[in-house]
């Protein structure tokens, strides 16, 4: 199957830095991705969409500012945790889907868990 | 909007023994899918079955299998001979065929625990 990566996999950062976590699709062009946080026991909340070369559409109450993302080639989507705080602290997925496949498939990475002090 | 729920928070099961986890969902939509995940210690997600609203045959992938009800809006996922390895987070999940960016709507999730 197609494989999805991310890196970091965990990231400790002190309060009012930015961070990048990066989303790869190793072995297919991504035309959509997808960004999700989840929280301890919690189910998978969308944060945003983004096309390759498109600016992301946002989820109803995530900032804009706080959460930049990229989506600079089919290959490679970022998310920057701007001005990073201690509420900012989960676990972040990203998701990469082709439209080169009949059920237009989506792939998770391993995800990244960002630690903010 | 559609929605995913799930009603079991948490489900245990004896190894060897069968389980059946509940699904049910909203929509005024005919055509879509309709998805098992599983997210084991690791947090990788990972794809268990798939079914296609507009197929009656209930999907089947080994020991896994579905029950999909479209009138009531269910799809139940059974899991046979339950195996140690089978314990994660168990998430259903609804895409649209046809509207927008077709995003995967998620349920709450069910913890299923393999028992010895």
């Known amino acids: 199957g197609a494989v999805v990566s991310q890196h970091p996999s965990w990231v400790i950062c002190k ?16 035309t959509t991705m997808f960004w999700y946080r ?20 946002y989820e109803q109450g995530v900032e804009k500012d ?14 920057t945790v701007t001005s990073a705080h201690p509420e900012d602290s989960s676990f972040y997925i990203c998701s990469a889907r082709t439209s080169g496949n009949i059920y237009n498939e989506q792939f998770f990475g391993p995800g990244t868990r960002l630690t903010v002090l | 909007a559609q929605t995913v729920t799930q009603s079991q928070p948490e489900m245990s099961v004896q190894e060897a023994e069968t389980v ?30 798939r079914q296609e609203a507009y197929k009656q045959q209930n999907a089947t992938e080994n020991r896994f299998s579905v029950n999909f009800q479209k ?12 195996q140690l390895g089978d314990a994660a987070m168990y998430f259903c999940a609804y895409r649209s065929r046809t509207q927008g960016a077709q995003k995967l709507v998620f349920g709450q999730g069910t913890r299923l625990t393999i028992n010895p």
């Open chain 2, 20 to 49: 059946t986890l509940s699904c049910t969902y909203d929509t005024s939509e005919s055509d879509y899918y309709l998805f098992w995940y599983k997210q084991p210690p690791s947090r990788q997600m990972i794809l268990v079955i």
């Open chain 1, 38 to 57: 989840q929280f301890p026991k919690q189910s998978l909340m969308l944060m945003a969409t983004s096309n390759e070369g498109s600016k992301a559409t």
């Open chain 1, 66 to 79: 706080k959460f930049l993302i990229n989506h600079a080639s089919l290959t490679l989507s970022t998310l």
């Open chain 2, 71 to 82: 009138a009531a809006k269910s799809f139940s996922l059974k899991i046979s001979d339950s």
């Open chain 1, 15 to 30: 309060s009012g830095t930015s961070v990048k976590i990066e989303c790869r699709s190793l072995d297919f062009q991504a």
